[in-house]
């Protein structure tokens, strides 16, 4: 089923207390298309400028990651983060932020990809996010991530997309923020009554839990990771696990969004495990095979062991 | 198997955004007998003053409670406690303590307590948890919890402790502390190494985290509840619970200790969703079969859905 991501392409410098990565590929269309392409392939859109120092046909070599929707606006600059983490490292810090081409118009969705079935709209300005979605077709399943700043500052234009998504993918403080509720079970049922008929709230450390409107639940831990060195791309990780598995198995039923948490959980694993790309781009599919076993292994338990 | 707990038992008045309860009983020796009851007998050591308002000969009634190690003495004082829980209700904030008879020496295990097999050693100054323990024949399996003041202030107390017991319960910040590491697995591991075979970390909403000295991990997310409105006494009825089923299953190993974790975690759900003991005595044992089943439907996801 075809898979659609728009998103941002960034140069992001991180500091973790493992160290610093200075000028790295980053953005949310990069890493949930580097995620989902284990799984499927994968359309994406996103801008860059001229002055993008990273060639993304090279970086998506040998797999199966659509460019034709990445625009280069000759007369823009690439968006640029930088971030820190400390301790816990759950949380980013933004020291500096230049969103360049984000601030501009959004791009077209080309025509080839108008038959898109799957769409992820990762977080940008709510109303740029629904005029993405109207440019495609008949999606089935369109997932959306947001932020503080669009909850806060675009509280109707987010309302009128979440009247548009099927899911959406939000972090606990988010959730709270949206719901005006501090109790998640209870802001996960006021943001469904929004609109969507899923709602996946990611708790970093402490994992996700997953709601449908028709009352289903799915609580799952965070795999059990010892080496977290850069928490960035984790949730756009999870979101492209996720995704890639609804279109390799072309199915979006409780039980197979549940295996894709799942999936997406463990995707996200590899990514914090290193700095930019490199803990997601240093595995095989196997490798992600085994973490999604080891994971249902050490959640399982037995009703009674008399 | 025989239970033993030692424990505080206390007067408390809580305040929540839920409300006010007022000179309620509480105390960690009756939240876990009153958990653990659901399972297995269990017997109490604890220690009141006369000025203690509760029949606990009448709280305990049609429960197998056994009160033989409950001493009141004369010319001391009950343990009383104020508290507050705000927004996420996650942490207490501990308005007014007045310790009274827990400052004084510990009581002592009666004779016929001293073939317990199963031990819980409720949080106290860890010199008292092993006199306690001391006084105990041949315990099968030892569980303590702790917390953040005697971790600083009292360290190689607790350490001496750890060298004695089989598994340490405490909830996620104090692991952190103990193992001086922000990172729960690195920490259990390290506080493994002081000598518990089993650490079990609570994280309040998001659940528990199960390790073994042999590396055998379990991860399972708090019960989904919506109606949080104490959580006072929720730590030391998942110890009750947990302790219980082990009692009643006769076994400590790896498999029945997930499921006891499990049990655990669905009676503490029981005692957060109203005010004192309220929630925990207002159930049956079928209500708490029930949730463990709703436990297990949540947590569970296969592997593929091709």
Known sequence: ?????????????????????ENCLGGSAIYFSMAASYFSSVR?????????????????????????GLEVRPQSKT??????YYSTMNEAITDKVELN?????????PEAYKDSKLV??????????????EQI??????????????????????????KKIDCLIINDDEARMLAADSNLTKAAHKILAMGPNIIIIKKGESGSIMYSAD??????????????????????????????????????????????????????????SDFSLQGLTSITKRDIENRLEILREVTNFSLRTL
Chains 1, 2 share one sequence.
């Open 79 to 84: 968006f640029r983060w930088t971030g820190s």
């Open 137 to 162: 077709d008949k999606p089935i399943f369109v997932a959306a991530d947001t932020m503080n700043c669009w909850i806060h500052d675009r509280k109707s234009d987010l309302e009128n997309l979440l």
């Open 215 to 272: 009352g289903s639940v799915f609580l799952l831990p965070a795999f059990p990771a010892e080496d977290v060195k850069d928490p960035t791309g984790a949730g756009d990780s999870f979101a492209g696990g996720f995704m890639g598995y609804l279109a390799q198995v072309k199915k979006t039923d409780f039980e197979s969004l549940k295996t894709a948490v799942a999936y997406g959980t463990v995707v996200a694993s590899f990514t914090i």
């Open 101 to 109: 081409v984000l601030a501009e118009e959004p791009p077209k969705v």
């Open 44 to 68: 994406l859109i996103g801008v860059t400028g001229p002055d993008c120092p990273f060639d993304l046909s090279e970086i998506f070599a040998e797999r199966d990651v659509d460019l034709a």
């Open 1 to 21: 089923m075809p898979l659609l991501v728009t998103g941002s392409i960034g140069i992001d410098t991180v500091k973790t207390p493992y160290g610093v990565s």
């Open 120 to 133: 992820f709209l990762a977080n940008t300005a709510p109303t740029l996010q629904s005029e993405l979605l």
